[in-house]
Antibody, heavy 119, light 111 residues
Framework: QVQLQESGPGLVKPSETLSLTCTVSGYSISSGYYWGWIRQPPGKGLEWIGSIYHSGSTYYNPSLKSRVTISVDTSKNQFSLKLSSVTAADTAVYYC????????????WGQGTLVTVSS | QSALTQPPSASGSPGQSVTISCTGTSSDVGGYNYVSWYQQHPGKAPKLMIYEVSKRPSGVPDRFSGSKSGNTASLTVSGLQAEDEADYYCCSYAGSNNLRVFGGGTKLTVL
């Protein structure tokens, strides 16, 4: 059974960099699939942030591309998100998920982690 | 890339059927059969309900079905049950640059 778990600071100061890690269990990242990050501001809808393959190939949402870096560590079976120059608008629950890139589905999802941007 | 358009709310009584729409453009929903749907209960992570417009993952009740016509995809929930009350989101492949775009979400209320 594939499981994903997000981890990282729950509070980030404005202008700093948000860093989160997703740890995958029950499946080897190197075996295939893309792996992605999605966020959801409080009371709002879902927004795709970006996705990565185990080879390191990445795709980003153009609206965030200048501030986003997604990386993968196959030795730890983890992938990570860095979002720079954050503002209050980046406050959201951040989810990681396994992605079937060709068929465009996200499953399963991690439980999500709330990141608040505030001084 | 703009979010796909969903009605903010939908409702139905137990046993009835409800259809939720997801409208995009020929560059996303209308151009490809790669629309997926997610169910999200309050405080929980989204759950995949439909992929490739009309396919159901193992374990999803056949009360849930998907379809597409032109630039609009639809999710139909038949035989409504109390546990179907949740937020529903569509997601489409958006072509160039391999983008993915979500809908704004629809809150389904079971009366």
């Amino acid at each position: 059974q594939v499981q994903l778990q997000e981890s990282g600071p729950g509070l980030v100061k404005p202008s700093e960099t948000l860093s989160l890690t997703c740890t995958v269990s029950g499946y080897s990242i190197s075996s295939g699939y893309y792996w992605g990050w999605i966020r959801q501001p409080p009371g709002k809808g879902l927004e795709w942030i970006g996705s990565i393959y185990h080879s390191g190939s990445t795709y980003y949402n153009p609206s965030l591309k200048s501030r986003v870096t997604i990386s993968v560590d196959t030795s730890k079976n983890q992938f990570s998100l860095k979002l720079s120059s954050v503002t209050a608008a980046d406050t959201a629950v951040y989810y990681c998920a396994r992605v079937n890139w060709r068929s465009n589905w996200f499953d399963p999802w991690g439980q999500g982690t709330l990141v608040t941007v505030s001084s | 890339q703009s979010a796909l358009t969903q009605p903010p709310s939908a409702s139905g009584s137990p046993g009835q059927s409800v259809t939720i729409s997801c409208t995009g453009t020929s560059s996303d929903v209308g151009g490809y059969n790669y629309v997926s749907w997610y169910q999200q209960h309050p405080g929980k992570a989204p759950k995949l309900m439909i992929y490739e417009v009309s396919k159901r993952p193992s374990g999803v009740p056949d009360r849930f079905s998907g379809s597409k016509s032109g630039n609009t995809a639809s999710l139909t929930v038949s035989g409504l049950q109390a546990e179907d009350e949740a937020d529903y989101y569509c997601c489409s492949y958006a072509g160039s640059n391999n983008l993915r775009v979500f809908g704004g979400g629809t809150k389904l209320t079971v009366l």
